[in-house]
């Protein structure tokens, strides 16, 4: 598996270009700029597309044409940008079929979106875009990577692309909103190597009793999780560095991470001291803050 992160930042970004806080005055002063979180896996799956994650992959020279499929956690519009699907349709990939993964209050929103800008519907056949709900799965199922056939979907996990390319996707409930955006789902994804990511944005604690039983023993390779809050808690339904922490806790206890689980913490806004404090207050539980544009090979 090969990530590469489009984006780590928050739903305004850090800084948020509005705000002369302390914290968005140090990143605009040589500090970190973060965009909307985004992860692109082996350059054919992508986790989340607010409106700035096609513009910083275009300005770190990645390319979007291979991309087959699209998850997306909620429709919050910093986790969905609808206006890709339209600006995809106006390129060389325009043909190409794309499966887009997301709960059901997000396919509507891409729905009237394509039917008003662009006449389209993604359920009519032919259309390259195909629809996929993405309903919270239970406990681990069996593994049926190796059946025959295309993508298949089962109690929730689905199985994307052909034979020896196959990426085993689990939604998973997260604690974010309401049906209105999502229902908000959190996603475990295992590649065709057998690597494993815990993409977990956005989402507050505690989880749903369900998602604590479905991450028991996945030992997951890589664990990228929201801290949105850091010390400024109380707004919305997020993590900040103490919820982000219990978290991590958490997992460990339920051989989610392991020893060798490389733990992100992502969704970074201004809400986070500025400086270096913050890379020391997550070495504490053994995360790191990425930056955007970096590429991990799992
Ligand atoms: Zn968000
Ligand atoms: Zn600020
Ligand atoms: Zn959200």
Redesign the pocket.
């Given at each position: 598996m090969r990530l590469r992160l489009l984006g780590t930042g928050s739903a305004d970004g850090w800084p948020n270009p509005w705000c002369d806080c302390a914290s968005c005055t140090w990143a605009r002063g040589g500090g970190v700029v973060r965009g909307q979180t985004a992860i692109l896996v082996d350059d054919v799956l992508l986790v989340d597309c607010g409106p700035d994650v096609p513009r910083a992959a275009a300005r770190f020279g990645v390319r979007l044409s291979g991309l087959r499929h699209l998850l997306v956690g909620?429709a919050?519009p910093?986790?969905l940008g609808p206006e890709s699907l339209m600006w995809r349709s106006w390129s060389t990939a325009a043909g190409r079929p794309l499966d887009v993964v997301a709960p059901p209050a997000a396919l509507e929103v891409c729905r009237a979106f394509l039917a008003r800008w662009e006449g389209s519907d993604p359920d009519r056949e032919g259309n390259p875009l195909r629809f996929l709900e993405a309903v919270p799965a239970g406990p681990a199922e069996p593994d049926r990577t190796g059946e025959a056939g295309g993508t298949g979907t089962a109690g929730g996990t689905l199985w994307l692309g052909e034979a020896g390319a196959r990426y085993e996707v689990r939604p998973l409930a997260a604690h974010?909103?309401d049906a209105s955006?999502g229902p908000?789902v959190l996603y475990d994804i295992t590649a065709p190597d057998g690597t494993r990511l815990l993409y977990g944005c956005?989402t507050a604690v505690p989880l749903p009793a369900s998602t604590l039983d479905a991450v028991v023993d996945r030992a997951y390779d890589v664990v990228a999780l929201e801290e949105n809050n850091g010390d400024r808690p109380g707004f919305g339904e997020h993590l900040g560095l103490d919820t982000f922490g219990e978290l991590v806790g958490e997992l460990r206890r339920r051989g989610a991470i392991h020893q060798g689980t490389e733990i992100l913490a992502v969704h970074l806004s201004h809400r986070n001291p500025p400086g270096d404090e913050l890379a020391r207050r997550l070495a504490h539980v053994g995360a790191r803050a990425p930056h955007d544009g970096e590429s991990l090979d799992i």
């Open positions: 909620h919050h910093d986790h974010h909103g955006i908000a956005d």
